[in-house]
């Protein structure tokens, strides 16, 4: 495969469960986004890893908790949602997490929290 | 006061005819980049175009290129013989900070392009 892959690409989950999205880049890269894309918002920036570390933390909900494990996968871990979590939720990842390099976005998880 | 404005929430072409898609932004920094992303209903981001803000010529990929206008703070999309794939959300971003910055990419809130046949 190539390019960044997300899973699953859609997810319904309750507000008592805990879930977790995949991310996965074969570019290369050494960093990688967590966005959220809610109807009629821009899309907001929740992470950002570079080289595995957190680096950005746009204060994001601690039910929202993101793995980096290597630099290829990212993991967002989710628990106790709120219905207004409902969205898409885009991995993105770039060669470095810098001015110049332009970010490569996964498909999207869909998720709606019922 | 948002960072990225564009004013068309939506635009109709008719297919094989150029489009501009507005994009302003607002920024106190000297070194910044600007990027157009394409999202198709799939729901996928597709970076189409960068153009950094020393970059003294205008940027161009294929079909598409990129009318920056500093002074304006401006740094429009034009789409030249429009498809019907073209039709699409189209997002304008900004990242702020020198080239080791780690600076965030902030987005507008995108303009839906239907092109018709």
């Known amino acids: 495969e190539t390019g960044v892959t997300q899973t699953p690409r859609h997810l319904v989950m309750g507000m008592t469960n805990k879930k977790s999205l995949k991310c996965e880049q074969h570019l290369g890269h050494n960093a990688m986004y967590w966005y959220k894309q809610s109807a009629k918002k821009p899309l907001e920036l929740m992470f950002v890893?570079?080289?595995?570390?957190?680096?950005e933390n746009n204060s994001v909900p601690s039910r929202f908790s993101p793995e980096c494990p290597n630099s290829s996968h990212l993991f967002l871990h989710l628990h106790t949602l709120q219905p207004e979590d409902s969205a898409l939720y885009l991995c993105?990842?770039?060669?470095?997490?810098?001015?110049?390099?332009?970010?490569?976005f996964g498909p999207g998880t869909r998720l709606t929290v019922t | 006061a948002q960072k990225i404005t564009q004013t068309q929430p939506g635009m109709f072409v008719q297919e094989k005819e150029a489009v501009t898609l507005d994009c302003t932004y607002d920024?106190?920094?000297?070194?910044?980049?600007l990027f157009w992303y394409k999202q198709p209903s799939s729901g996928e981001m597709i970076f189409l175009i960068y153009?950094?803000?020393?970059?003294?010529q205008n940027a161009t990929e294929g079909r598409y290129s990129l009318n920056f206008q500093k002074a304006r703070k401006s740094a429009n999309l034009v789409i030249s013989a429009s498809q019907l794939g073209d039709s699409a959300m189209y997002f304008c971003a900004m990242r702020e900070g020198g080239g080791g910055s780690q600076g965030n990419l902030i987005f507008g809130k995108g303009t839906k392009l239907s092109v018709k046949p």
């Open positions: 920024t106190s920094d000297q070194s910044y980049g």
């Open positions: 890893y570079s080289l595995e570390e957190r680096v």
């Open positions: 993105a990842s770039s060669q470095e997490a810098s001015r110049a390099y332009e970010q490569y």
């Open positions: 153009q950094g803000s020393y970059d003294e």
